[in-house]
């Protein structure tokens, strides 16, 4: 899901501030937080898909801003353009988040190359990657690739929920057309340009041919496992060996696509579908990618209402995937520092320190030293 549908709501900040788990997911004796808060201190965590509060007039007020900085990220990917973002409206939001980063420079770096991780955490600044979740401003044009990878765009989608001229999305009519001759000449303009491709919005024959195209890894930077709960975002465990196979990153997201509802997604499920990822992919192809505002999501009833009111203009507009409604964010998680909670439950799950790291932010970050290397 996308949450940038207009600048408006981009530069509003973020917000106003049945699953039983089985015996390998069962919780073990509490970690120690001690244990916790120096891995979380000294971890690289990268979020692959989140929304930060970004303000291109004024410097972030300061409780914003300490709520961006106790996030404890180094850096996370933030969609650009929306879900249906033309090339003038795309090019000019890139200006105006630019603009905001440069007014808030103790807060945020832009993140344009892989050195820069280590600069952000050095600095304990929050690197921000640019990123496109749709197709809409490339106008159908691969060219277009290049203008905005000159932008600082480093990640970028081949569609999003349905068709467009390089493929098809997940909610795109069957049978698919997949992966069409321009998106071939995408896939290889993106891996020359250094940019790398992400399919979390690709249906399956799409993505398993666009992975097969591409001589860089791929990533889904975020979405499910349809093994947990069947869904159109959801991925097959062939989808998931595909990209693991490329030497690719899923990210797992908050989303209500988790599980069937009408209880808010939990934290047990999120981790039955992170957990089924490491089963399937293995421990380096698995990171966070939570598809989630970065400061809390406003639960109040005129916040809900307006979160009703854009549901329903996705539904409309025929982008919607089902059971969408749900509050994007799983019980628990619901705050600047939820990889911390997230790296708190797997090592009281049993998973090694190593594991946990990579799944922090590691993962990510070697995915995206070895697709932007141009």
Known sequence: MTFMTDRRRLFAGAAALAFTPGPSQAR??????????????????????????????????????????????????????GSSGGFDATSADIAAI???????????????TSADFAAAKRTNRVGVIFSFEAADMLDGKVDTIDHFSDLGVRVMQLSYNTVSPFASGVMAAQPSAGLTALGREAVT????????????????????????A??????????????????????TDAVLRAVAGSGGVVG???????????????????LAHMLHALDVCGEDHVGI???AIL???????????????????????????PGEGRPPFVTGLNRPDRAEVIARAL????QPVRVVEKILGTNFQRVFAETWRA
């Open 28 to 81: 073990t004796t509490p970690t120690s937080e001690d244990v916790i808060a120096r891995l979380y201190r000294s971890a690289t965590v990268i979020n692959g898909n989140l929304v930060g509060p970004f303000d291109d007039t004024a410097p972030l007020d300061a409780a914003t801003a300490a709520q961006v900085r106790a996030s404890g990220l180094t850096a996370f990917k933030m969609t650009i353009g």
């Open 98 to 112: 630019d603009k905001a980063i440069g007014l808030s420079p103790d807060v945020y770096m832009k993140i344009a």
């Open 189 to 212: 303009r993106m891996n020359e340009k250094g940019v790398t491709l992400d399919l979390s919005h690709a249906d399956e024959r799409s993505t398993r041919e666009a992975t097969a």
């Open 214 to 235: 591409s001589t860089r890894p791929v990533a889904i930077t975020h979405a499910g496992c349809a093994a947990i709960h069947p869904h159109p975002r959801n991925k």
């Open 252 to 270: 797992i997201y908050e989303l209500s696509y988790l599980s069937v509802g009408p209880e808010q997604q939990s934290l047990d499920v999120y």
């Open 289 to 291: 990618g939570s598809d």
């Open 295 to 321: 400061t809390p999501f406003d639960t109040s009833p005129d916040s809900m209402k307006a979160w009703d009111a854009s549901i329903a203009a996705r539904k409309a507009a025929g982008v919607a995937a």
């Open 347 to 350: 090592l009281d799950r049993g």
